[in-house]
């Protein structure tokens, strides 16, 4: 995550200066009270030791990939004026900004339109994933010859009754919370992976306390049961390019309703119900009002509103530790025969994204750059090897 974040947060910054993508280097700091100036400090030497992630310019090498800098309280307190007095310490990072994320899902977008061959289907869900180990029978084949292994995706289109079926050589499974929930379909009940969901909710802020606000000021994160089990980044100040603020989010951990099984065998999850806490509204504001005064004490709860949701896609839950950010590969085969989780490599895989939370923006042109150049290029030259 580490790596993905900082080559992402790079050629994130190219990208928004060739589309013309509105951004804004306001930087951030970590500010920590007097108990907390160890983990501070423990940040910023990891910082330092950083070396360039894969893919960099070799010309960057020369230059610290993540400049931080250690200041005392009375100097956050000249960045940031309203800092309580208890903070004691901050972690200053330069390079931290912010982003129209609207435009650049545009560019995105542009970006498939634009490639030749590039296509988006809209208003289309995937209801069925299915492995393909060929077959001569394969529609279009020659006689005798074997179609190419893959993936059946059936995916239904607005309000179809009939769904549309396609033979995929390769799926990369990034959708998010259902990601895990699109390989669970293909593996047995007792290799299904545990799913976590936890509720953020953001709040905006009018009145006193923040008249001289102009950087990302983050608390200290909480832990959780374990001691690097971190579970949130903790409830943070953030700007946006209209100079708006909003603090969030917090951690509210939901309860997915139990999967049902179906008289025929076949089983039925709620794979939307998330969609229904998506709705702000004022019931986390008082916990949210304790946690910013304890960096921004004149903020007052009368300033706050609730603005907007989102869910965190967890793969451990909260008695657990920490994980994000996994890439899982399987292949046709692994669904055939008992083989799930063999480990051996084939061909035409399925790459399922899990986790991905914060900073998954930042890291989203990384990830893509990682996925392509080193997972799927590298698998199709040693298969070229292979038959040379």
Same mark, same amino acid.
């Given at each position: 995550?580490?790596?993905?974040?900082?080559?992402?947060?790079?050629?994130?910054?190219?990208?928004?200066?060739?589309?013309?993508?509105?951004?804004?280097?306001?930087?951030?700091?970590?500010?920590?009270?007097?108990?907390?100036? #160890?983990?501070?400090?423990?940040?910023?030497?990891?910082?330092?030791?950083?070396?360039?992630?894969?893919?960099?310019?070799?010309?960057?090498?020369?230059?610290?990939?993540?400049? $931080?800098?250690?200041?005392?309280?009375?100097?956050?307190?000249?960045?940031?004026?309203?800092?309580?007095?208890?903070?004691?310490?901050?972690?200053?990072?330069?390079?931290?900004?912010?982003? /129209?994320?609207?435009?650049?899902?545009?560019?995105?977008?542009?970006?498939? &339109?634009?490639?030749?061959?590039?296509?988006?289907?809209?208003?289309? !869900?995937?209801? !069925?994933?299915?492995?393909?180990?060929?077959?001569?029978?394969?529609?279009?084949?020659?006689?005798?010859?074997?179609?190419? &292994?893959?993936?059946?995706?059936?995916?239904?289109?607005?309000?179809?009754? =009939?769904?549309?079926?396609?033979?995929?050589? $390769?799926?990369?499974?990034?959708?998010?919370?259902?990601?895990?929930?699109?390989?669970?379909?293909?593996?047995?009940? /007792?290799?299904?992976?545990?799913?976590? %969901?936890? !509720?953020?909710?953001? +709040?905006? %802020?009018?009145?006193?306390?923040?008249?001289?606000?102009?950087?990302?000021?983050?608390?200290?994160?909480?832990?959780?049961?374990?001691?690097?089990?971190?579970?949130?980044?903790?409830?943070?100040?953030?700007? /946006?390019?209209?100079?708006?603020?909003?603090?969030?989010?917090?951690?509210?951990?939901?309860?997915?309703?139990?999967?049902?099984?179906?008289?025929?065998? $076949?089983? =039925?999850?709620? $794979?939307?119900?998330?969609?229904?806490?998506?709705?702000?509204?004022?019931? !986390?504001?008082?916990?949210?009002?304790?946690?910013?005064?304890?960096?921004?004490?004149?903020?007052?709860?009368?300033?706050?509103?609730? /603005?907007?949701?989102?869910?965190?896609?967890?793969?451990? #839950?909260?008695?657990?530790?920490?994980?994000?950010?996994?890439?899982?590969?399987? %292949?046709?085969?692994?669904?055939?025969?008992?083989?799930?989780?063999?480990?051996? =490599?084939?061909?035409?895989?399925?790459?399922?994204?899990?986790?991905?939370?914060?900073?998954?923006?930042?890291?989203?042109?990384?990830?893509?750059?990682?996925?392509?150049?080193?997972?799927?290029?590298?698998?199709?030259?040693?298969?070229? +090897?292979?038959?040379?």
């Amino acid at each position: 995550k580490t790596k993905l974040c900082l080559r992402g947060r790079h050629i994130l910054y190219e990208h928004c200066q060739k589309h013309s993508i509105p951004f804004r280097k306001t930087g951030k700091l970590v500010v920590a009270q007097e108990h907390q100036r #160890g983990y501070i400090e423990n940040l910023h030497a990891k910082a330092q030791q950083m070396a360039w992630p894969p893919h960099s310019n070799p010309e960057s090498l020369a230059q610290s990939v993540l400049p $931080t800098r250690l200041i005392g309280g009375d100097e956050a307190r000249v960045l940031e004026p309203d800092l309580s007095k208890s903070i004691v310490a901050a972690l200053w990072s330069p390079e931290t900004g912010i982003i /129209d994320s609207h435009a650049l899902m545009s560019s995105f977008e542009k970006d498939i &339109k634009d490639t030749e061959g590039g296509a988006l289907v809209y208003s289309t !869900r995937v209801v !069925r994933v299915d492995p393909w180990l060929g077959s001569s029978q394969a529609k279009g084949s020659a006689s005798g010859e074997v179609a190419e &292994k893959g993936w059946v995706v059936q995916t239904v289109t607005g309000d179809a009754e =009939e769904s549309d079926a396609m033979l995929a050589r $390769t799926v990369i499974n990034a959708s998010g919370l259902a990601g895990p929930m699109v390989l669970n379909s293909l593996l047995p009940k /007792d290799l299904r992976l545990p799913m976590y %969901y936890a !509720r953020g909710s953001y +709040a905006s %802020y009018k009145g006193p306390g923040v008249a001289y606000v102009s950087h990302l000021v983050y608390p200290c994160p909480g832990t959780g049961r374990t001691e690097h089990g971190f579970q949130s980044l903790g409830t943070h100040l953030t700007l /946006d390019l209209e100079d708006n603020i909003r603090f969030g989010p917090d951690l509210d951990w939901l309860d997915p309703p139990p999967i049902r099984e179906n008289p025929d065998g $076949t089983e =039925e999850a709620d $794979t939307d119900f998330w969609t229904k806490h998506l709705v702000p509204d004022e019931s !986390r504001l008082k916990l949210m009002h304790e946690a910013v005064n304890e960096y921004l004490p004149e903020v007052k709860f009368d300033g706050l509103q609730p /603005d907007y949701c989102g869910v965190r896609p967890k793969l451990v #839950g909260p008695d657990g530790g920490f994980q994000d950010f996994v890439f899982r590969t399987n %292949y046709p085969e692994d669904f055939s025969g008992g083989k799930v989780g063999s480990g051996e =490599e084939g061909a035409n895989p399925m790459i399922t994204l899990m986790g991905i939370e914060s900073p998954g923006l930042t890291s989203s042109l990384a990830i893509a750059e990682m996925i392509v150049d080193d997972m799927l290029y590298k698998q199709e030259q040693a298969g070229e +090897a292979e038959e040379a």
